[in-house]
């Protein structure tokens, strides 16, 4: 009989999972932002360059922070990460059997028992690695984030730039009072898809996310047209 091969275990979908949650973020926050300054702006004045000026300021200006903002998050969590697996790392070391019996009390309230519970701790602390991956994922809640820091930036940065290219669009073509409505229509509809993308690689209803994004990017758009509109009688 031919020999069975074993699973070859496969961590690509988690990289891509990752990947896609920092496209999402990085497109839903400059589109949105983005939007709702372009929108502001048109309704405050009837010059289109105006209005492309600030927009392209805003999108430069969102991409640059949320690159910053991505950077310094992924990496303050990949440090947070390694400090606590120091700690596990000499605690393991130091005091083997207090840590020992936690692995223990960890698996008693999984509703382990007996000699089943006494195979499971053995074989868990028989192996070191094991033994500190299990204690940082079931002691701690942590997870190793395999994510770096400057492809993390790179990513939402380059996400911001072209999401918050959409609401431009129309106001290269069309005028101020024109271009208002296609730019909510092609916002919506790129943020729907945003929304339902993220359910694909999370969890929840597709139709339900894209719906939910869309109307708070709207509503958000909505309240800049307000805010411009009443700074355009004012000013």
Known sequence: ???????????????VGSEMRDIILGGQDGLVNVLGVVLAIAAATIDTKTIIIAGLAATFAESISMAA??????KASRDYYN???ETEKKEIKKM????????KDIYFSKGFRGRQLANIVKKI?????LWLETMMSEELGLSRDHEKPGKSAAVVGLSAFAGSLFPLLPFFFLSPIAGVIPALVLSVIVLFGLGAAKAKVTVGSWLRSGAEIAVIGLAAALIGYGLGSGLGVLI
């Open 1 to 15: 009989m031919p020999k069975k091969k074993r699973p070859i275990h496969n961590h690509e979908p988690n990289k």
């Open 125 to 129: 602390t028989s192996n070191k690695k």
């Open 69 to 74: 903002v991505a950077y310094t998050s992924t």
């Open 96 to 103: 083997p059997v207090l840590e020992r019996q936690e692995i």
């Open 83 to 85: 400090s606590q697996l």
